[in-house]
């Protein structure tokens, strides 16, 4: 008999992911399968307020022009040619 445990959990430092699981007997048997919930970088920059608010005042500083760095081809040649 399969039974089936489903636990929500976040990666922690170095890759390592912890389950708790009281219910199950010291030395069972068990096989993991991982589902990854991908988020792409636009949801992940703004599901944080402080890096929403900065990458929203990036947007509307390249929309007024602010703040920009720009060089020339030549410049870029010159700096950056192997």
Excluded: C, F
């Excluded at 389950?19 to 199950?24: A, G, H, K, V």
């Excluded at 990458?55 to 192997?82: F, P, R």
């Amino acid at each position: 008999m399969v039974t089936a445990i489903k636990q929500m959990g976040t990666v922690g430092k170095d890759g390592k992911i912890e389950i708790y699981t009281p219910e199950l007997i010291e030395g069972t048997k068990v096989e993991v399968i991982l589902l990854i919930d991908h988020q792409d970088e636009t949801e992940y920059l703004l599901s944080n307020a402080v890096n929403s608010k900065r990458l929203l005042d990036a947007i509307a500083n390249v929309e007024k022009g602010e703040g920009l760095v720009t060089i020339s081809a030549e410049e870029w040649h010159e700096k950056y040619s192997i």
